[in-house]
């Protein structure tokens, strides 16, 4: 435990030493939600509700995502392709902590950072915009998915920085998946506006728990008829991300080699 609260420590130092690259990338969310929020504003220029969805609702789901996503999405495990690649790995396995426990920890420093600087931002467009906010619904249900999702996220990271012990092109698949997470996790709309049969089968895949059911919990509440089931999904998705993390783990080092270190 001391190891780890030294290693948040010195992670939480490095944003500071890299003021520019963090001040960008919180920039780069901000007019993320910002374009977002102006565009769903328009859609309600015309009407009252799109769907199952009110102004307040959608409004609150885009702000209420967008902090979830802040909190889903900020990881440090994309550093370590690039330490397999060039032998730095060897550094990583002298230090006494294991691998996923290094990066468990550095993860929660750099989520803790983001999550910080994401309520400032929404509590600025809420401010300066003045956008209705919905009372939050169910919070501990969502608490539940926002914590499933983290680590699913966590685990899938982890699998495609894995990737790097047998082929340096780790950047092809990490690219893939950010492109489809971003359409199939609810970043831009709920997914409960697709067709049912398309909806149901996304809920089915981890996707949806990474960011669109926290969210839509948060807004409408728990669905009655799906609420069994997605627990059931959100449960295995966790568990099955760390089994095959772990699985590609001791292959990984199974395989690896580097010389010169």
């Known amino acids: 435990m001391k190891a780890q609260l030294q290693l948040f420590s010195v992670t939480i130092k490095e944003f500071f030493s890299y003021r520019l690259n963090f001040v960008l990338w919180r920039l780069r969310a901000l007019l993320s939600t910002l374009v977002t929020v102006f565009l769903w504003t328009a859609v309600f220029d015309t009407k009252t509700r799109f769907g199952?969805?009110?102004?307040?609702?959608?409004?609150?789901?885009?702000?209420?995502?967008?902090?979830?996503?802040?909190?889903?999405?900020?990881?440090?495990?994309?550093?370590?392709?690039?330490?397999?690649?060039?032998?730095?790995?060897?550094?990583?396995?002298?230090?006494?902590?294991?691998?996923?426990?290094?990066?468990?920890?550095?993860?929660?420093?750099?989520?803790?950072?983001?999550?910080?600087?994401?309520?400032?931002?929404?509590?600025?467009?809420?401010?300066?915009?003045?956008?209705?906010?919905?009372?939050?619904?169910?919070?501990?249900?969502?608490?539940?998915?926002?914590?499933?999702?983290?680590?699913?996220?966590?685990?899938?990271?982890?699998?495609?920085?894995?990737?790097?012990?047998?082929?340096?092109?780790?950047?092809?698949?990490?690219?893939?998946?950010?492109?489809?997470?971003?359409?199939?996790?609810?970043?831009?709309?709920?997914?409960?506006?697709?067709?049912?049969?398309?909806?149901?089968i996304l809920l089915l895949t981890p996707f949806p728990y990474l960011l669109f059911l926290p969210a839509h919990i948060l807004i409408r509440g728990v669905e009655p008829h799906y609420i069994i089931q997605q627990i059931i999904f959100a449960l295995l998705w966790t568990v099955g991300g760390y089994v095959l993390a772990k699985q590609m783990w001791k292959k990984g080092l199974h395989d690896f080699s580097f010389w010169g270190r």
């Open 52 to 200: 199952y969805y009110s102004r307040e609702q959608m409004l609150s789901y885009v702000l209420f995502s967008s902090l979830i996503m802040t909190l889903v999405s900020s990881t440090r495990t994309t550093e370590l392709a690039s330490d397999i690649q060039n032998g730095n790995l060897m550094n990583l396995l002298l230090k006494p902590i294991s691998l996923f426990r290094y990066y468990a920890t550095v993860d929660v420093a750099d989520k803790t950072m983001n999550i910080f600087f994401g309520f400032l931002e929404c509590a600025f467009v809420v401010l300066l915009f003045k956008v209705p906010l919905v009372v939050p619904q169910a919070v501990l249900v969502s608490l539940f998915f926002l914590a499933c999702g983290v680590t699913i996220n966590f685990f899938i990271n982890l699998m495609l920085s894995f990737i790097g012990f047998w082929t340096p092109e780790v950047w092809a698949p990490r690219f893939l998946f950010i492109m489809i997470l971003s359409f199939v996790s609810g970043t831009y709309f709920p997914l409960d506006l697709l067709p049912g049969p398309l909806y149901r």
